[in-house]
């Protein structure tokens, strides 16, 4: 399903680091960061925000891998998904709203979203950022970009069979409202059909790295591991 999806990832190679550090370099020209933006004050680069997002269709196995990488990276977790499932708690006409569309199969308004994640940020002492779920659509990815004012510096993309997305759904029992097989098989028939660009144009920005979501935790992990370890190193 995805082997398009695998042909345009960044491979992780002898050229890695350098890479790395051309981007580090332009990162570090934006002058400022999320929460000192809104206050209208110049951040020192050391605290510019490092954001990673995190993609896959649901069932990929991206929440685990997140806990490890907020553990081993000491990144703030903001998930796009609980962001949401928290607005429906709080019983807003957002959250309605929000509930409905979730409901459907569709992609909640990329500026509802967008702006939950903002405030998260401006709320948060962290400036990395690992930001789960999102952007699902290009009008997210824009919405982002214009909205916050920034380029995300690393894509993971979570590449998992259908089957094997669907046996995990109908698995965790968590009791969320969109853990059934027929909202299951909605939304990845969305994420497949509007995914996909937003794949394709942070591969060809040189950001994308594809993850073989199958197998252990540990050894998903050691995919990911190296990504930000290099960032690190760099840093």
């Not at 042909?7 to 050229?15: G, K, V």
Request: glycine share 8%.
């Amino acid at each position: 399903m995805w082997r398009r999806v695998a042909s345009l990832s960044s491979s992780i190679s002898s050229s890695f680091l350098a890479q790395t550090a051309s981007r580090l370099n332009t990162w570090e020209s934006l002058t400022t960061g999320i929460a000192q933006q809104a206050k209208g004050v110049i951040a020192p680069k050391e605290k510019t925000p490092f954001i990673t997002f995190f993609l896959g269709g649901p069932g990929s196995g991206k929440g685990t891998q997140c806990i490890k990488i907020v553990e081993t990276f000491g990144f703030a977790h903001l998930s796009a998904g609980d962001l949401l499932r928290r607005e429906i708690a709080s019983k807003s006409a957002d959250g309605a709203m929000i509930l409905n569309t979730i409901k459907e199969g569709k992609i909640v308004p990329s500026q509802v979203t967008v702006k939950l994640i903002q405030k998260e940020m401006e709320l948060s002492d962290n400036h990395k950022f690992l930001i789960d779920g999102f952007p699902r659509t290009e009008e997210n990815r824009v919405s982002f970009e214009r909205i916050i004012g920034v380029e995300p510096n690393v894509v993971l993309f979570f590449d998992c069979p259908e089957e094997e997305m669907v046996k995990r759904v109908l698995n965790r029992n968590e009791g969320r409202v969109d853990d059934n097989l027929e909202t299951i098989k909605k939304r990845l028939t969305v994420f497949q059909a509007l995914s996909l660009p937003v794949i394709n144009y942070y591969s060809e920005r040189g950001k994308l790295y594809t993850i073989k979501a199958i197998g252990t935790e540990d050894e998903i992990f050691e995919q990911v591991r190296p990504i930000f370890a290099a960032f690190e190193t760099v840093g």
